[in-house]
């Protein structure tokens, strides 16, 4: 199988373009939502993001809502915008994608929407259980299954939040890939201590696992 290069941040963009101005009253710790916010009222920024990495090389983008999760959005009082946030954000991918495939190069770029953490991130503490985490996770991997095609579990810190995620990655039918964070040293251990190949053991069982990844943690890791 070739390489595949996947893109960036679309948040970390997104909050370069000053997408927080149009959410005034964020908190400095609630700026991040309005990346998330930014797929109903900047579509076309988020669209942008979406040419940009592709235009750079990408061949695999993914869905604008890491943010869009039930806890984040209840921050700033926004949860039931979730799932149009998520319907939104899918289709601004899809579409950055289609029109990569009908241009002159005729290049497939794929979509992969989000299974994120469903709290802080980088945490592993103050997590709900897997069977309290189970319900978001498979509303989440309903609203994306008509719009992707790859479901990407990323930024996980603890195993269970990988198997949380993983198993609803598997029942949408859908080809999947798992990536922890893990700590900033080479003990290969997950931000919650755990060992990473106890993470990877915990899903290994479950179909549709395409692949295995860390993402969000320093180069020496």
């Known amino acids: 199988m070739a390489p595949l290069l996947l893109d960036g ?19 400095y710790d609630q700026l991040f939502l309005a990346g998330a916010l930014a797929n109903d009222l900047a579509p076309e920024a988020v669209l942008g993001v979406h040419r940009a990495y592709i235009a ?43 029109e990569a495939g009908s241009g002159p190069s005729g290049r497939r770029v794929l979509v992969a929407g989000s299974l994120p953490p469903l709290r802080e991130s980088y945490q592993a ?15 989440l991997a309903g609203l994306l299954k008509p ?16 198997r ?12 999947w890939w798992c990536s922890w964070t893990v700590a900033d040293d080479d003990r290969a251990v997950l931000r919650s201590g755990e060992a990473l190949q106890d993470a990877v053991a915990a899903v290994a069982d479950l179909p549709g ?13």
């Open 125 to 139: 503490s103050g997590l709900a259980a897997f069977e309290e985490m189970q319900p978001e996770y498979n509303l």
């Open 164 to 175: 949380a995620a993983g198993t609803a990655a598997a029942v949408s039918g859908l080809p």
């Open 9 to 27: 941040g679309t948040g970390h963009l997104l909050k370069a373009q000053g997408v927080e101005r149009l959410v005034p009253g964020l908190q």
């Open 147 to 162: 719009h992707v095609d790859l479901l990407l579990c990323e930024t996980l810190a603890t195993v269970t939040e990988g």
């Open 209 to 221: 696992l395409e692949a295995v990844l860390v993402n969000c943690c320093s180069p020496q890791a």
């Open 56 to 98: 750079a090389g990408a061949d695999v983008i993914t869905v604008n809502n890491f943010a869009c999760t039930d806890w984040s959005l209840g921050r700033i009082g926004k949860q039931d915008l979730q799932e149009e946030l998520v319907q939104a954000a899918a289709r601004l991918a899809r579409t950055a994608a289609n």
